[in-house]
């Protein structure tokens, strides 16, 4: 069965740098789009962007353009997504999320890991 | 603030049905059938509830369907049971440079 495993929680500092990550299985890796949306405590959900692991192409939400950066390792079918320069607002739960769709872009996300909270607190 | 609009709240009695909106504009939700519902239980992820919208993904209960009609996209929930409380959240295709935008959210409660 198809599963997305992220990290676990972690704190940072204000201006600190945090890397998570999101292990697939249960189907070929290079075969579906895989993007991050985070979500802060009470609020709703914010696309912050998406990788093909097949050919490593990214595109970002222009709101995260610059601190973000996502990459991924096909020998662990492994995404990871980097925020840098956090800063409080930052605080949120992460998740990723796999299309519904091989190889063609959708937008839709059919599976979703567990979610990562960071906290970002001085 | 969100670039969808949905209600802040629905209710509604098991057994009734419930119509949450979702309002965009042309470049969104008027322009393409990119539109989709997730249904977020608390401390859960979310899970797709309607794609393209008005299909379903395989397992999603016939109870739900969408809709849309110009700029604005709807989900119905027929036949309401307990489960159903949560959050839902509309989201769809936009031709910018943030391609997936989301709605803010509706809680629905089950009286």
């Known amino acids: 069965q198809v599963q997305l495993v992220q990290s676990g929680a972690e704190v940072k500092k204000p201006g600190a740098s945090v890397k998570i990550s999101c292990k697939a299985s249960g189907y070929t890796f290079t075969s579906y789009y895989i993007h991050w949306v985070r979500q802060a405590p009470g609020q709703g959900l914010e696309w912050m962007g998406i990788?093909?692991?097949?050919?490593?192409?990214?595109s970002y939400a222009q709101k995260f353009q610059g601190r973000v950066t996502m990459t991924r390792d096909t020998s662990t079918s492994t995404v990871y997504m980097e925020l840098s320069s956090l800063r409080s607002e930052d605080t949120a739960v992460y998740f990723c999320?796999?299309?519904?769709?091989?190889?063609?872009?959708?937008?839709?996300?059919?599976?979703w890991g567990q979610g990562t909270l960071v906290t970002v607190s001085s | 603030q969100s670039a969808l609009t949905q209600p802040a709240s629905v209710s509604g009695s098991p057994g009734q049905s419930i119509t949450i909106s979702c309002t965009g504009t042309?470049?969104?939700?008027?322009?393409?059938?990119?539109v989709s519902w997730y249904q977020q239980h608390p401390g859960k992820a979310p899970k797709l509830m309607i794609y393209d919208v008005s299909n379903r993904p395989s397992g999603v209960s016939n109870r739900f369907s969408g809709s849309k009609s110009g700029n604005t996209a709807s989900l119905t929930i027929s036949g309401l049971q307990a489960e159903d409380e949560a959050d839902y959240y509309c989201?769809?295709?936009?031709?910018?440079?943030?391609?997936?935008?989301f709605g803010g959210g509706t809680k629905l409660t089950v009286l």
């Open positions: 990788i093909n692991p097949s050919v490593d192409s990214k």
């Open positions: 989201s769809s295709y936009r031709s910018s440079s943030t391609p997936v935008v």
């Open positions: 042309s470049s969104d939700v008027g322009g393409y059938n990119y």
């Open positions: 999320a796999r299309e519904r769709t091989a190889t063609t872009q959708d937008y839709y996300f059919e599976y």
